[in-house]
Structure formats: structure tokens, C-alpha cells
């Protein structure tokens, strides 16, 4: 196994957390779990296949993820109710999650001799769209779209963290690892502190 | 025309019934009853051709699929007046779009000699996406999404019934229609005598 | 630089400002205005690329279409508070990005020899699918599902009547400018003079 489908594995596990976090706030059964799971664990990496022209799509050619977010949906539909706060672990593992995807779609491209351009999109697209997907199905409002919070601004940091290191002359691996510092300490310190970029000072909408 | 296309179009057609009744409940025009009977006819099989790579996509092949589609659109913008219960209709031929939906996508990429795990993935992602487009883009409540009442699991039922078939020997056809033959049974269960899975025990989201 | 390619900048740019728009409104930070920019300037051409299996999809083959986007985001960012209605503006703007896109999404079609129909279902979808992803992810009613309204049908009128006008021997430019002013005018025609088809006749849903 490669280190970038451990990459690949890492997400894909975290982020079907996540997505069964979601399911069981909306309160659906266990194949529902699952959907839910699989849906935000391989979304964004789906994306980026499909746009890359990358085949088979990571999952179909190696279903193995499919079955580890499957696991994922199983062991949040039986331990859930232990945690005190899941909207509190759905945040934090997300912000794990968003990290290790982010370097995964970045190391994707990478590898792929892509331009820096399209290095960064695709970082930024594996990163945030199964979260998004997540979201929008189950009617959450999108991470994406929290007022005052960083995070398509981390996924942005981290991968453009990566492709500078990588044109400094850094490896590939440790220019990964540090996307993901990057990405994930942005966005503690946004969760923790409020760090936030200025939002647009216009009024609100009025229609 | 093979089998396998047959069950094309009878998805394609039940679907865009589906979808029509859903634009009926938001008092479009014609053209947007058409818009919305072709996302929710072709959406999932789209998804599922574009994952294996499957080109032409169906309906990219074969423009017939669209126009029978649209057909579907006028038939329903012109005589849904007739009926008593819009949702109620909605609610049985999305029943009978899911199972054919899930056949179609089975037989598809059993087809194409894919994994069993592949094989049931396509088989849910044919059936459960082109009506959850419709209902995100509708801003109805996915149907997936329904609190106990069983959607994902008919279609996860269906498909791995057709896998285990054809394991043991069972012809594709006959697999296939066993496949669309028990979705259709567990769903209709399940919107008759309320037959359901346990739901997730937690509390229910405080944030 | 082709004809073609001028018309997917055009659309990429008109559509950036309209997703940008819609940030404000939501009131993100500046990597929030690109991401949304960027997401609905490229995803009703990426949905057809994709489904014409046209790789590299366009923007990934030439990442300026993305800076472009950056840069409309970057200009709504400091520049919208300047004007009087936002909601006017941005009504106004999508139409005439959905008018650019329908005939760039037309164009593609025909450069690659598709039949009638699948041009006119291409138009279409590059037209409408940017902006529609654009209202999905940010919770705002679909323009192509506001009542009483021709969206849809601007589209399909446009597309259209540029096929009918190739067939009848037109050259494609000419036939992709007519493509954008019939659409354009029948969505001006409808913000302004409220034309509209008739909308489906039947009682509101009760469910």
C-alpha cells in the first residue's frame, strides 16, 4: 500500500465518521448510517477522479474504502449516545478529516504531474466536498458556509502550503504532512480562538 | 433492444413520473416539469455510468431516454388534477422507479463483470440518487432520508439478493427481477405495515 | 484564442460574479466569495464535459478560466457594497451568464457532432446547472423553480433555435449569437414584463 492510499484510507475513515455523526442526529437506521457514510467518506475524492479522468475511481477499483466506512457507520450507530456533545465530535473529527483529504487530493494531483493551479483546486474540491455533499443531503448548513469560520481557507492554505514546498525542492511526503499542519491548525485555531479572515462588510440581503 | 435497456427505460419512464409530480407541487411551467422528470430519471444512472466509465453515457447514446422523459412530463403536467393524492402517487411510483432503478443498475455493472461490492454499490447509487436530486433540488425531504420507513435498505436488499443469485447459479434476468422483487416488497412493507429498522436510540441533536 | 473558448470565459466570468453575489449575501470571507464563485462559473460546463466524456474537462486544461473566477470574486468582494440592490444585479447578471453559457454549452455540442437532441440537453445543462449548484449550496431558492418565471425555457428556446438555424445552414457563430440573444431576451422579456408559460394548474400540494 502506497502512502498516498493510506492517505486515501485515513479520510475516507474520518470523514465516514462524520457523515454517520450526521445520520444519527438525523436519526436514520443503520443502512441509512452506512448511505450517509459512504456518500460524505467518498465524495470529494470521487470528484477529483472524475475530473482528473482518473479510472477506476479510487473506491471502485479497490473497494475496500467502501467497506471501512461501512465499518465507520456501524461503530457510530452503537457508540454515539456515549459521547456528550456529537455535534462537538462531528466538528472536530471533520476538521481531521478535511486535513487528511486535502493532502490526499493534493498528493492525487501531485502525482499526476498536474499544474499548481489545478494541484490546488483539486486539494481544495477532495477536501470539501464530501462535507459538502454531507451537508446539503441531509439539510445541515454546509461548514463551507459558517459565517466567521475558516475553512475552505484552510484546505486553500494547506495545498498551496504543499505545492510551494514541493517547488522548494521538499519530497512529496513531507510536503503532504505539512498540508495537513497547516490545514488542521487553521482551523483549531478558528474553532478555539475565532480566527477568521474579515467577511464582506455589506449589509445583509434584503430580499 | 436487450433486457438490460428495457430496464433503462421503465426506470427512466417511472422516475420522470416521479419527477413531474414533484414539479407539480411546485406549480412549474411544462418546461420545468420536463427539467425536472429528465434530472430525476436519468440522475442516478448518469452517476453510475460516469463511475464505471461507462461511455456513452445512456442516455448520451441513446436520446431516446430524455424524450420518453419528457413525454412522462406532459402526461403528468396534463392529468394531475385527475388524482386524488398527488404525494400518494408520488410516494408508490418512486416505490416502483426505486426497485426497477436498482435492477437496471445491477444488471449494468454485473454486465461488466464488477466486484460484488461494486456490483451492490451501483445497484443503490442507480436507485437512490436521481430521486435524491430531485428532492434536493425540490427542496422536498429526500425520501432517503425518512425517519422509519425503509429506502436504502430495499435497494441494498434487492441488489445483494441479485449478487447472491447469480452466485449460485441463477441467470441475470430472473436475478434481476428477484432483485426488483424484493425492493419493491420490503418498501411497499414498510409504507403499508410500517415495517422499519431500528432507528438510531440517541437523543435527538441539541445544536 | 476560438470563438468557443471566448464564450466559456465569457460565461466563467458573468457566472463568477453572479456566485460571488450570492457569497455577499451570505456574508462569507473572501476564500468563501472564490469558492462559491469558482464552483458556479465551472460546474454547469464541468457537468458537460463530464457527460461528454471531453477530457480534460475545460478549466482543468486551461486553469485561467479559474483565476478569472478568483479575480470576479475578488472584484464583487470590495465593490458590492457600492450597489443599490445586490438581488437586482445578480437576477440580472445570471441572465445574461445563463444566455453565454447555453450558447458555450450549444457550441461544444455541436463542435463534436451530437445529435439534435443532446445539443439542446447540453445547452441546457451548462446554462442551468452552474447556477443551480450555486442556489443548492447556499439555501437559496433555485432561479430555475421560481414560479411564474421563464428560466428554463430561455434555455431550451435558445439551444434551440441554434440547431434549427445550423440545420437550416447557418454558420455556428452566428447561429450561437442568435442562441444567446433569444434566450436573453425571453428572460428580460419575463423580469420585465412578467411573460410566463402557463404554470401547472392543480391545487397547491396538501402534503
Known sequence: ???????????????ALTGALVASRAQLDLVGFAFI???TAVGGGTVRDLLLDRHPVFWVGQPNYVLIACAAAVLVFFTAHLVESRYRWLIWLDSFALSIAVAAGTGAALSLDQSGVIVVLMGVTTGCLGGLMRDVVCNEVPLVLKQGELYVTCAFAGTVTA?????????????????????????????????????????????
Open 1 to 15: 500500500m502506497t502512502a498516498l492510499s493510506l492517505l486515501d484510507y485515513a479520510s475516507v475513515l474520518v470523514f
Open 163 to 207: 505545492v510551494m514546498a514541493t517547488r522548494l525542492g521538499l519530497d512529496a511526503l513531507p510536503a503532504l504532512g505539512l498540508c495537513a499542519l497547516v490545514c488542521w491548525g487553521l482551523r483549531a485555531g478558528s474553532l478555539l480562538f475565532g480566527w477568521q479572515l474579515p467577511v464582506y462588510k455589506g449589509r445583509p440581503p434584503s430580499a
Open 37 to 39: 457514510a459512504c456518500l
